[in-house]
T-cell receptor
Framework: GAVVSQHPSWVICKSGTSVKIECRSLDFQATTMFWYRQFPKQSLMLMATSNEGSKATYEQGVEKDKFLINHASLTLSTLTVTSAHPEDSSFYIC?????????????FGSGTRLTVV | GEDVEQSLFLSVREGDSSVINCTYTDSSSTYLYWYKQEPGAGLQLLTYIFSNMDMKQDQRLTVLLNKKDKHLSLRIADTQTGDSAIYFCAETLYSSASKIIFGSGTRLSIRP
């Protein structure tokens, strides 16, 4: 089945540094990938939609200069949290739509837990 | 607007059936999904139903859709300890097939 690999699974960084999270589709091409943020005991909040070869579409309230998204190939999208602060600590999850399925199915990565100290 | 609501907690005895409920507001839903999230992990698609269906059964899972009341439920038969997780109801809309909207999640706990 369709697999999305997300890396790293967890990261601790110092305030002011940048962190890059990668999301790869392993056995399919993903023209569109999605980045979510999840606070403890809360639902997933869509941050942005990443489109291969074009600019990402950000949801209202999400700072595009803070959360840089790059989708340079059909199998890789990256999210870079720039100048991270403790309030950016969260669980970040990517997903991709598997176009070949009939149910608009979405496959999710395993998530990245970011802790900013 | 787009809104998907679920109750936050459910506790059931091992071996009993679990029923997790979800309501949504947008009548233009195309697909409705149930995802399972175990601690510290991503989301696993359990099952889905197309909006013109009333019911779908897959082994221990039964999904019921009442489109008139905009109500979706997931029944897990013979609930086991491994079913402990957070269950998210989600929908995609006809107007925006790329966007998936999640409910708040229901934390299912199993007691012996």
């Amino acid at each position: 089945g369709a697999v999305v690999s997300q890396h790293p699974s967890w990261v601790i960084c110092k305030s002011g540094t940048s962190v890059k999270i990668e999301c790869r589709s392993l056995d399919f091409q993903a023209t569109t990938m999605f980045w979510y943020r999840q606070f403890p005991k809360q639902s997933l909040m869509l941050m942005a939609t990443s489109n291969e070869g074009s600019k990402a579409t950000y949801e209202q309230g999400v700072e595009k200069d803070k959360f840089l998204i790059n989708h340079a190939s059909l199998t890789l999208s990256t999210l870079t949290v720039t100048s991270a602060h403790p309030e950016d600590s969260s669980f970040y999850i990517c997903s991709a739509r598997v176009n070949r399925t009939a149910n608009y199915g979405y496959t999710f990565g395993s998530g990245t837990r970011l802790t900013v100290v | 607007g787009e809104d998907v609501e679920q109750s936050l907690f459910l506790s059931v005895r091992e071996g009993d059936s679990s029923v997790i409920n979800c309501t949504y507001t947008d009548s233009s839903s195309t697909y409705l999904y149930w995802y399972k999230q175990e601690p510290g992990a991503g989301l696993q698609l359990l099952t889905y139903i197309f909006s013109n269906m009333d019911m779908k059964q897959d082994q221990r899972l039964t999904v019921l859709l009442n489109k008139k009341d905009k109500h979706l439920s997931l029944r897990i038969a013979d609930t086991q300890t491994g079913d402990s997780a957070i269950y998210f109801c989600a929908e995609t809309l006809y107007s925006s097939a790329s966007k998936i909207i999640f409910g708040s999640g229901t934390r299912l706990s199993i007691r012996p």
